[in-house]
């Protein structure tokens, strides 16, 4: 912090006044540090975190942000959350997420998960009876139930196109864009894939895909982003879709219960709102009408500032060669007992990968846990790995050794 701003902080403490919610969120941000070593987290004793594909590990320094806009607010809610310091304080937040997926602030939404965006799409969007949604098996459950679901109301049809796990893992670019486009009817109107799936981490080249799509006639693109925002850079104006619904909670390492939800400006007339509030008038032509605001958690928005500033203090680069190194640490270590189930470079893979072992693949990562190993047992047969930074090559060390002796 500077000089100049701690004692103006400190005038207002001294002289009875009280600190708003844009002096709180200015003074954290500056003070967030760039230790992204394990003891900059708060995981219990002897826990080896390596399920960041699941949820992710929220860094101390972003937790004491958090913990000062909660006590901060307590202090007189009304005001906090309904005076002017909201409107200032969170506007900062949708510039830096605008920034960090270079984007307009017009077209973002921060929501609650990437569940509630994929939602506002099979609720909202402007499909006609027999219009069709397309998806794959690739796809996460969690955000493809919500088709089945109002397809049965809306008299939509949506077909899942069924991949072989076992063919994707060896896909290169161009086949994957092939699966996807040759799968498409002349009454697809939806195609939605994720950026990158959440069981053997395949990068999706998801502008090649929007773009031949479109030229064979699909109206909109949705991507699941779940696996994507923080662990790769995302450039929004360049890849060229509708909708991109994405948890920060993952690999931006925000708090829970936070989401982003980019609607093209073209299409935002195109996609009624799930539900209707206050501010529709408000921030008409903008993606915020997507927003839950009757009474929000400030608290949370706010701190998805903290954590865009926290991941902004390892550079791209760095954090791509940590998750790289981790990767081919563990490629390097698996055998005939214990087989690789991933892409097998970087340029269509990412720092989620699995491995095929023989037995219980959830019976196994029970067991794991027990020894303080965190992984993702599948029933298809594999175990599911996504370390982040403060991971060391000693840890997958360990966790290989610890599946040897399980199996």
Request: with cysteine.
């Amino acid at each position: 912090m500077s000089l100049q701003r701690r004692r103006f902080i400190q005038s207002i403490i001294l002289s009875g006044g009280a600190l708003t919610l844009s002096d709180i969120f200015e003074d954290v941000n500056e003070n967030i540090g760039s230790d992204h070593s394990l003891k900059g987290y708060s995981l219990g004793k002897n826990i080896k975190y390596l399920n960041h594909a699941s949820i992710g590990t929220c860094p101390k320094d972003v937790q004491t942000a958090f913990k000062a806009c909660i006590e901060k607010c307590e202090e007189n809610p009304a005001r906090y959350i309904w005076g002017p310091e909201w409107d200032e304080a969170r506007t900062k937040v949708h510039i830096q997420l605008a920034t960090f997926l270079n984007c307009g602030t017009e077209k973002l939404a921060i929501t609650h998960n990437t569940t509630e965006g994929i939602n506002q799409i099979a609720q909202g969007l402007d499909l006609e009876k027999g219009d069709e949604v397309v998806f794959s098996n690739l796809k996460h459950a969690g955000a493809s139930i919500c088709f089945d679901h109002y397809s049965k109301i809306r008299g939509i049809s949506v077909r899942k196109i069924e991949v072989s796990v076992d063919d994707a893992v060896h896909w290169s670019q161009s086949d994957c864009v092939d699966f996807h486009t040759s799968q498409l009817k002349d009454r697809t109107k939806l195609l939605v894939f994720p950026h990158i799936d959440n069981m053997i981490g395949y990068k999706h080249p998801v502008k090649a895909i929007s773009e031949k799509a479109r030229q064979l006639g699909v109206k909109y693109i949705a991507v699941d982003a779940a696996q994507s925002i923080g662990m790769i850079p995302v450039d929004l104006n360049e890849l060229g879709v509708d909708f991109y619904s994405g948890s920060p909670h993952k690999w931006l390492q925000s708090p829970k219960g936070l989401g982003l939800f980019y609607v093209r400006k073209e299409v935002q007339q195109s996609c009624a709102p799930m539900w209707v509030t206050w501010g529709q008038n408000r921030w008409k032509d903008t993606a915020q009408i997507y927003e839950d605001y009757g009474t929000r958690d400030l608290p949370t928005v706010l701190a998805l500032g903290h954590a865009l500033q926290y991941h902004k203090k390892a550079s791209w680069e760095n954090r791509t060669q940590t998750y790289k190194e981790l990767r081919e640490k563990a490629q390097s270590l698996c055998s005939d007992k214990v087989q690789w189930y991933a892409p097998t470079n970087w340029e269509n893979g990412s720092s989620l990968f699995s491995i095929k072992v023989e037995g219980d693949c959830i019976e196994i990562a029970s067991q794991l846990s027990q020894e303080g190993f965190i992984v993702r047992g599948f029933s298809q047969g594999f175990i599911r790995i996504s370390p982040n930074l403060m991971n060391t090559s000693t840890e997958i060390e360990k966790l290989f050794e610890a599946i040897d002796n399980l199996i």
